[in-house]
């Protein structure tokens, strides 16, 4: 390594972007006959703990826009949607509950209500959501 | 103003004949009107006469004034949600570790449906993958070669060269394979749709987990708020976990729409960091030739600027 290249290097390292390179790394193979042995001994304890995390998370995995969008629903916010909407599905499922039928509006469909709920919760779960995702 | 001088003068007119009432019968009786009632009926024309113009104004926005509707909101779809994309910012680039998770997003789930006919593996060099993994990914798909000593064409390996191989063999036999639909190819789709980015994001993640009571779909058709008319032939793919990523992202659904969907954006607009950063150079280089020519005027401009016209009168002579 030139005099140089140890310059670019750190005007690199200060720079705040950073160069894209297309060709893979060229792989030190001196360094890495070296190193094997140890790897494999840092390998195996890693490997030892990582199946546990995994697991755990697998349990937990949960879509976190699903999550939000429900918090937001149950929020003072939207409120007034999910009221309108619950009160929709009364109205248009009384039928299966034995009660009559609405007369006036026998095809009635949820369709605006749930727009107005999602609309709500979704706006309300965006920023959130971009937080808590990568 | 003329309305208030016309006002005046008609009351002076009206004073005038109530000087005349006293001299003649006649006089009296065709003058119409009293001292007290003459404000009193100039008034009501005047009222009648304003609420003529409300009432017709009124009736003209009763007319045509709404706005009309041509589809009803499900027609429309529900307008997809913004959502605060990082690399949609004037200064920030595609972020690359999204990328190639989305590349891996759309390999592993989208492309057994959907066409990626414009891009090349050599465009993913570089920006997703080296150049050793591109090749490898090539050479797993084969590709028409050219026609040998006999004639007959014969298959190859892929080259870096080569595009994204299509899931069917034209639209009709995608069509036939899919009910009917047809799943359109993606490679502009982010520039091709209203919404862009944020309306893909919301269509993947947002099938509810049962549609709306009182919705009726047709067969074959899935509910989703957000694709016009609310009934998509494209189920829901995207479920937790549906892939696995390299770098240990966790794979909820959301995770991957957001990464597929940023993918679909590079694809659509592979220029847009050159973009930027070109952008960026016109700026600094224009607001620098505009500060120069502004000192050039000035010093153009000095003498002119700062020149003083005097004017000395020639002295008159002799004393007065």
Redesign the interface.
């Known amino acids: 390594m030139g005099f140089f290249d140890s310059i670019s290097d750190m005007l690199e390292a200060a720079l705040p972007w950073s160069t894209?390179?297309?060709?893979?790394p060229k792989e030190e193979e001196t360094k890495d006959e070296e190193s094997s042995d140890k790897s494999e001994e840092e390998g195996s304890e890693e490997k030892e703990e990582e199946p546990e995390e995994e697991e755990e998370?697998?349990e937990e995995?949960?879509?976190?826009?699903?999550k939000f969008e429900e918090e937001c629903k149950e929020s003072k916010a939207c409120a007034p949607a999910k009221h309108h909407?619950d009160e929709?599905?009364e109205r248009?499922?009384s039928a299966d509950h034995g009660k009559p039928v609405d007369k006036k509006h026998p095809?009635?469909?949820?369709?605006?209500?749930?727009?107005h709920l999602?609309?709500c919760a979704?706006?309300c779960a965006?920023?959130k959501?971009?937080n808590a995702?990568? | 103003m003329l309305a208030r001088s016309a006002l005046r003068s008609s009351r002076t007119l009206g004073a005038a004949r109530n000087g005349a009432v006293h001299t003649s019968k006649r006089a009296a009786s065709s003058s119409s009107s009293s001292a007290d009632a003459s404000p009193f009926r100039l008034n009501m024309a005047g009222t009648a006469a304003t609420a003529v113009a409300i009432g017709s104004l009124a009736w003209y926005y009763h007319l045509y004034g709404t706005e009309l509707h041509a589809m009803t909101?499900?027609e429309e779809g529900?307008?997809a949600?913004?959502?605060?994309w990082v690399h949609k910012e004037y200064t920030k680039t595609f972020d690359?570790?999204?990328l190639r998770r989305g590349f891996q997003v759309y390999r592993e789930v989208c492309s057994s449906c959907h066409s990626l006919s414009r891009i090349p593996y050599r465009s993913l060099?570089?920006?997703t993958h080296?150049?050793?993994?591109a090749k490898a990914m090539a050479e797993e798909n084969e590709y028409d070669s050219e026609p040998n000593d006999e004639g007959e064409i014969e298959k190859r390996p892929g080259k870096l060269s080569d595009y994204l191989p299509n899931p069917y063999k034209n639209d009709e036999a995608a069509r036939a394979a899919n009910n009917g639909a047809l799943p359109p190819d993606l490679s502009l789709m982010v520039k091709a749709r209203h919404g862009g980015c944020d309306y893909i994001f919301?269509l993947l993640?947002?099938y509810?987990e049962e549609p709306?009571?009182?919705?009726?779909l047709p067969d074959g058709l899935n509910f989703n708020?957000y694709f016009p008319g609310?009934g998509i032939a494209m189920a829901r793919v995207l479920y937790?976990?549906l892939v696995e990523y390299e770098d240990g992202?966790?794979a909820?659904?959301?995770?991957m729409a957001?990464d597929v969907v940023e993918f679909l954006n590079w694809s659509a607009e592979p220029e847009m960091d050159q973009r930027k950063k070109m952008g960026m150079k016109v700026l600094v280089i224009g607001t620098a030739l505009f500060a120069l020519s502004v000192w050039v005027k000035r010093y153009k401009w000095s003498p002119i600027k700062t020149r003083k016209i005097a004017y000395n009168p020639p002295i008159q002579g002799g004393k007065h």
């Open positions: 894209a390179e297309a060709e893979a998370e697998e995995l949960e879509d976190p826009k699903e909407f929709c599905v248009v499922t095809d009635e469909d949820c369709v605006e209500e749930f727009f999602a609309h979704s706006t965006a920023p959501l971009w995702l990568k | 909101m499900t529900l307008h949600t913004k959502y605060p690359h570790q999204a060099v570089g920006v080296t150049v050793d993994e919301s993640t947002g509810p709306p009571p009182g919705v009726k708020p609310t937790n976990e992202t966790p909820t659904t959301s995770q957001k």
